[in-house]
């Protein structure tokens, strides 16, 4: 079970550096782009259903249900990422990424209410050990719930956006919702 975690842990990793390949491709003229957006897309579905396939046969498999739910994500299949991340969350409760990465889908969704929960739950899952190399996701868990809080309890709001700022100083967003609740 450790190599599961370490894998899937690398492959988060990974993940995270996939969508600055994207930014690569946006930089190519508009008919490369109109061709790319065609090839990725068929090429996206034909991943889909192969790891449909390969979790069929192994519904255990972590890295595949982590690869599949990034491919719904960069569909935009707000639906399915979150499920398909809820499954890892089942499999790997103390993995604290399958709840940024449900949070971050339910986001992408409009669906703040559940986003909410899924940050509180990945903060409450990042261990002691883990909190440096997930600071910057943290900074953002509680930019978010200090966002969503400003109205219904500014005072919960003001402890959520210190503790933002405590893990990313030099957050711009972060500093000006402090400016606001301060005023």
Not at 98 to 123: F, G, L, M, R
Not at 124 to 147: G, M
Not at 155 to 168: Q, T, V
């Amino acid at each position: 079970m450790k190599m599961t975690k370490v894998n899937v842990k690398n492959l988060f990793l990974g993940l995270l550096f996939v969508g600055s390949a994207s930014l690569v491709s946006a930089q190519t003229t508009q008919t490369d782009s109109a061709n790319n957006a065609a090839a990725t897309s068929q090429a996206g579905g034909n991943a889909v259903e192969s790891l449909k396939k390969q979790i069929e046969a192994n519904p255990n498999d972590t890295e595949a249900l982590a690869k599949l739910a990034t491919a719904y994500q960069e569909a935009s299949d707000w639906t399915n990422a979150v499920e398909t991340w809820k499954k890892i969350s089942v499999l790997l409760p103390d993995w604290a990424p399958s709840y940024y990465s449900q949070a971050y889908a339910y986001q992408s969704a409009k669906d703040d209410a559940n986003a909410k929960i899924a940050y509180e739950k990945y903060i409450a899952t990042v261990k002691p050990e883990e909190i440096e190399q997930n600071k910057k996701n943290l900074a953002y868990a509680y930019f978010f719930l200090a966002f969503t809080e400003q109205q219904t309890d500014p005072a919960k709001a003001k402890e959520h956006i210190a503790k933002s700022l405590e893990y990313d100083p030099s957050n711009q967003d972060a500093i000006k919702l402090k400016e606001a609740l301060n005023s």
